[in-house]
């Protein structure tokens, strides 16, 4: 009956604890997040001490007097909020030693250390589709390949160019002229042992009939003939195959823009994204001609790029682990504002009349 | 110089969209890519066609020609006095295309554009040339610090200084973008080098393989040409080396860049102590302390077996990393070009919430009677 009592409860380290009479507030520290609770406990600090993952919840309590029911609820909140993980299996010292800060960060979207191992386990065995190796695709990569993906589907036709220097990850003065999936995977395997399927090809509409590919999570990096276009393909593809996506940012023309994940049938899609944009934009431009102007050349920044590169992984982090309650980029366009360093949104809802994802949409769920 | 004769280019990086307004006038909508800051005027609509002709190769007395008509001289100047005012346009017949090699132009090109419009009062390509004779030291090789040289150097830093003392180890294959499997055991100055030199060959990488501590000799670390020493070191305490780096520094008018992105602050942006422009460290450091006088936490701390890893304790992400970087780097980067162009970021640090998707931010004041912030 009382599930909870028999088992193990650690308190995080990386929790701040802050008592005053009657209220205790906790505040994760690894990501920012502050929870308060009012409680009459004199103490609360000290019981919370003794969850240390070797002593059984029953014994904690039964020492303090405390009340089963109570106890349970209260342990229970507390794991659901990630102050307490529960203890039901102990990490290797040489797993921990290595990827300490990755399990650290785990612990705060899983509720027990079998949760952190098995986010573990969905890292690695996860294929991660990125398509196009450009500024933020080969920050993406890295990324991801230090965070614990081991199963990395790489698509680019292009060579590097001494251009893409400046604001690219991954690439040397030497590798100039050479294959980009080549560099990349080179650069991967240099970090850890990964596998990389390597397509020196590019994305159109016949791409993925072409290739046959098995993938978890694609993100699209690649803005050529233009970003709505591989959008719009790889949106249509993971749609009907069900498989969460990522819209990169920080490329040509939207050199600041943070792109969106889209989990199907879920969120927001990418049409659903571009029909509520068109409206948007159709108020502003209304009667609006642009200037036609020749040779023009679009300006780039790699510290902007990385930024766009950095919360793209961040949230392919938490779809890979299934934390997808977490997601700060579902329904929403996201802007960096370069001058304030700072974030912009506007949220887009899911359309119940979209024609991919609606509720006679061809790609319903 | 005689309106007619001047050479002006709209920037590549500027769209400019036309409203109409009446018969006679429009209204011309100025938006820089780069930034996305914009501002329109109304104009009469012969001037749309000038405007579009404005390559930086015709003067504009000839533009006029090949449009077919004439305009008023005085109307013309006041709006291309705005075009270059605002940024959105360069006047070319200032000498500026020979200011670097053809081969750092092949190299930056992209970038050269994006300083066009983050520093408006002088062409994108003298911004980049500025930049490759600043003076860089790096204190601390970490996930954060690493990152940082990596973006400096990939924008055209070439003279920089690393001092750290550890060596490099298999957990940094989780945040540091230099690491190498093959690197482990190597000390990190010398790793970091390696990859830095490996982007660029011309850059002067300066090894000091030392751990600054409360009692160190900063004139051997920071040379007197330095422009920007950057902290990126979190032990023994990031705190108390901000503090000896800010007194010494700021009688000598070096900025110092304090890094985010350590243990608690994860995706924190770090911030900016410079004579003049900010705060001093002291200010700062006691900003922080008025702030949270109220606010004591107490942490439990776990330990896995026989190790001092805390378990449960800070974690972090390579994009978590990555992140505190770019936002150092770019605000860097700009001052290192203009002071100007990060005024607004100057007084402030910020956390970047991964769950939320937004910043918060602590301003950062001068205390009364900071004997340090009267050194002017």
């Given at each position: ?8 409860y ?19 520290t690894n990501?920012?997040e ?26 904690i ?50 509720f027990s250390?079998a ?28 990324n ?42 080179r ?40 970003v ?51 409206k ?18 679009i ?17 392919a ?8 309650s977490?997601l ?6 996201v802007?960096?504002?370069?001058r ?26 | ?21 009446d ?20 104009v ?64 930056y ?55 750290d ?5 298999v ?113 700062c ?10 606010w ?10 026989k ?5 449960g ?13 770019s ?37 950062l ?12």
């Open positions: 009956m009382f599930a909870v009592l028999d088992r193990l650690r308190l995080r380290s990386s929790v701040a604890l802050v008592e005053s009479p009657g209220k205790l507030e906790m505040f994760r990501v920012r502050s929870l308060r609770i009012k409680l009459q406990y004199e103490n609360i600090i000290g019981l919370l001490a003794k969850f240390d993952g070797k002593t059984l919840a029953r014994v309590l039964g020492g303090e007097g405390i009340d089963f029911v109570d106890g349970e609820e209260l342990i229970t909140f507390l794991v659901e909020n990630h102050i307490l993980i529960e203890v039901d299996c102990s990490y290797l010292p040489e797993v921990f030693g290595e990827k300490y800060r990755i399990i650290n960060l785990i612990e705060d979207y899983v250390t949760g952190v191992i098995e986010a573990l386990e969905k890292l690695s065995t996860s294929p991660v589709l990125i398509v196009g190796l450009g500024a933020v695709g080969t920050w993406v990569a890295t991801l390949a230090q965070s614990g993906v081991a199963t990395f589907i790489l698509v680019d036709d292009d060579i590097v160019d001494i251009s893409n220097l400046h604001r690219q990850d991954g690439f040397f003065q030497d590798d100039v002229g050479a294959k980009k999936v080549d560099v990349i995977e650069r991967l395997q240099e970090i850890l042992k990964c596998n990389v399927i390597k397509i020196c090809d590019r994305l159109d509409e016949g791409f993925f009939v072409r290739h046959g590919l098995d993938f978890c999570l694609a993100i699209n990096c690649a803005d050529y003939p233009s709505d276009h591989t959008t719009e393909l790889i949106g249509e593809y993971c749609m009907q195959k069900k498989i969460p996506h990522l819209i990169g940012g920080g490329y040509n023309l939207h050199l600041s823009l943070i792109g969106q994940s889209v989990l199907p049938g879920q969120s927001a899609c990418v049409r659903c994204f571009r029909r509520a944009l068109e948007i934009n159709q108020a502003d431009l209304e009667g609006v001609k642009k200037l036609n102007r020749l040779n023009r050349k300006g780039s920044f790699g510290p902007v790029c990385a930024v766009s590169a950095s919360l793209t992984s961040s949230e982090f938490k779809i890979l682990i299934g934390a997808f977490r700060a980029t579902l329904n929403r366009r802007e960096f504002r370069i304030t360093a700072d974030f912009a949104f506007t949220e887009i809802e899911k359309n119940d009349n979209c024609e991919w994802c609606g509720s006679s949409g061809k790609y319903v769920c | 110089m005689k309106i007619l004769s001047k050479i002006i280019k709209i920037k590549d990086s500027v769209d400019v969209y036309q409203i109409p307004v018969e006679h006038s429009e209204k011309l909508q100025f938006y820089k890519i780069n930034t996305r800051e914009r501002s329109s005027i109304r009469a609509k012969e001037f749309s066609l000038i405007l579009s002709k404005l390559d930086g190769k015709l003067s504009l007395g000839e533009v006029l020609e090949h449009c077919g008509f004439t305009v008023d001289e005085t109307e013309l100047s006041e709006i291309v006095e705005y075009l270059l005012e605002h940024g959105y346009a360069i006047s070319t017949d200032s000498d500026f295309t020979e200011t670097i090699s053809m081969n750092d132009m092949e190299r090109t992209r970038q050269i554009n994006y300083f066009d419009d983050l520093v408006v009062t002088r062409p994108g390509v003298d911004s980049q040339r500025i930049l490759a004779n600043k003076s860089v030291v790096l204190i601390g090789c970490g996930a954060v610090g690493g990152a940082i040289a990596t973006h400096l150097v990939r924008g055209g830093v070439t003279d920089i200084a690393l001092v003392y550890k060596k490099v180890r957990s940094d294959a989780q945040r540091h973008l230099y690491y190498r499997a093959d690197e482990v055991g190597n000390l990190k100055t010398e790793a970091l080098a390696r990859y830095l030199r490996q982007i660029n060959s011309a850059c002067n990488v300066r090894i000091v393989n030392a751990k600054l501590l409360p009692n160190s000799d900063l004139d051997e670390l920071i040379e007197a040409k330095a422009d920007i020493v950057i902290n990126s070191a979190d032990e023994p305490y990031i705190g108390h080396i901000t503090l000896k780096l800010g007194r010494y520094l700021w009688p000598r008018h070096i900025a110092l860049y304090v890094a985010g992105g350590f243990d608690a602050h994860a995706m924190s942006t770090g911030e900016f102590i410079v004579n003049g422009l900010t705060p001093c460290a002291d200010c450091s006691n900003t922080f302390r008025v702030a949270l006088k109220d004591t936490p107490t942490y439990i701390p776990s330990y896995q077996q190790s001092d890893l805390l378990i304790g800070a974690g972090g992400l390579a994009s978590q990393a990555l992140f505190s970087a936002v150092g780097a770019m605000n860097i980067i700009s001052y290192l070009i203009d002071d100007k162009a990060v005024s607004e970021n100057l007084h402030r640090r910020g956390e970047y919430l991964i769950d939320r998707g937004q910043m918060t931010w602590i301003e004041s001068t205390q009364e009677g900071c004997d340090v912030c009267s050194i002017r």
